[in-house]
């Protein structure tokens, strides 16, 4: 059974950081690409940032130049370092990892960025 274990989330004010961290079980993590997606409320769910099994990256255009993913794959675990935050960035988070038939999604945390 695939499970992951986020955290990092909650409350900064904007122009802040967070460091989001993603550990996955019950799957060979490092054959897939994994990624964040976020869903803002009364919004669709959206691609932030995505990696693949050999460490290209891509990131949605609004967080790019703020924002980092990474992957260490002994640790099954990907991490997203969100930088000079702003209130459009709340939302709740949630890792994602792909495999050709699945999805697998994490049951998603809350980042609010606030005054």
């Known amino acids: 059974q695939v499970q992951f274990e986020e955290s990092g989330g909650g409350l900064v004010q904007p122009g802040g950081s967070l460091r989001l961290s993603c550990t996955a079980s019950?799957?060979?993590?490092?054959?897939?690409?994994v990624g964040w997606y976020r869903q803002a409320p009364g919004k669709q769910r959206e691609l932030v940032a995505r990696?693949?099994?050999?460490?290209?990256?891509n990131y949605a255009d609004s967080v790019k130049g703020r924002t980092t993913i990474s992957r260490d794959n002994a640790k099954n675990a990907v991490y997203l370092q969100m930088n000079s935050l702003k209130p459009e960035d709340t939302a709740v988070y949630y890792c994602?990892?792909?495999?050709?038939?699945?999805?697998?999604w994490g049951q998603g945390i809350q980042v609010t960025v606030s005054s």
């Open positions: 994602n990892l792909q495999r050709p038939d699945v999805d697998y």
């Open positions: 019950g799957i060979t993590f490092s054959f897939y690409a």
């Open positions: 990696i693949s099994r050999g460490g290209a990256t």
